[in-house]
């Protein structure tokens, strides 16, 4: 499967500073990755998907200008966590698609995830 | 979007059958998941089913697919006690989006 690394694995922030998540993706080029939020004890949710050399597409509720999205390269996507507040503090992790052909490209491999806390 | 439901907590007993349930609305999903994540990390990919399958089985884990009834359940054969984590499972719509369960944590009494 592929081998998703997410740096750094823990950030403690204070409010009002940025945040610059990194992911990347070691053994193929991803020309999409995703990036997802999860709060204790409570499940993913989707918070945008990362296209390469194209703008990110946000889901509902999710602010652009709160949650930078950058995918520069086939192998690095970033996530900036702008003006970052307690309120931002959470597990966010970033995945990617396997390549190939069904049914193999139809799995999603994770990062290893970043704790967020904002003072 | 779309609704994975599981039971929140699940314990047993070292050497025991561990059977992690979960139900979902989408008709129309191709591929099931089951996540394992433990403190701290990211989500490890367990097993997966397509859905005109009925039943899979992996070494110590068999994944049972009901979709009439749009249950997918996950046995895990002589729990240890490295298999305390929590537990996801997902859908994949036809737009490519995952959706995840709220997971189930479980937790092996040695």
């Known amino acids: 499967g592929a081998v998703v690394s997410q740096h750094p694995s823990r950030v403690i922030c204070k409010s009002g500073t940025s945040v610059k998540i990194e992911c990347r993706s070691l053994d193929f080029q991803a020309t999409t990755m995703f990036w997802y939020r999860q709060f204790p004890k409570q499940s993913l949710m989707l918070m945008a998907t990362s296209n390469e050399g194209s703008k990110a597409t946000y889901e509902q509720g999710v602010e652009k200008d709160k949650f930078l999205i950058n995918h520069a390269s086939l192998t690095l996507s970033t996530l900036t966590v702008t003006s970052a507040h307690p309120e931002d503090s959470s597990f966010y992790i970033c995945?990617?698609?396997?390549?190939?052909?069904?049914?193999?490209?139809?799995?999603?491999?994770f990062g290893s995830g970043t704790q967020l806390s904002v003072l | 979007g779309e609704d994975v439901e599981q039971s929140l907590f699940l314990s047993v007993r070292e050497g025991d059958s561990s059977v992690i349930n979960c139900t979902y609305t989408d008709s129309s999903s191709t591929y099931l998941y089951w996540y394992k994540q433990e403190p701290g990390a990211g989500l490890q990919l367990l097993t997966y089913i397509f859905s005109n399958m009925d039943m899979k089985q992996d070494q110590r884990l068999t994944v049972l697919l009901n979709k009439k009834d749009k249950h997918l359940s996950l046995r895990i054969a002589d729990t240890q006690t490295g298999d305390s984590a929590i537990y996801f499972c997902?859908?994949?719509?036809?737009?490519?989006?995952?959706?995840f369960g709220s997971g189930t944590k479980l937790n092996v009494k040695p």
């Open positions: 997902a859908e994949k719509d036809n737009f490519n989006k995952f959706y």
């Open positions: 995945s990617v698609k396997d390549r190939g052909w069904a049914p193999t490209n139809e799995k999603l491999f």
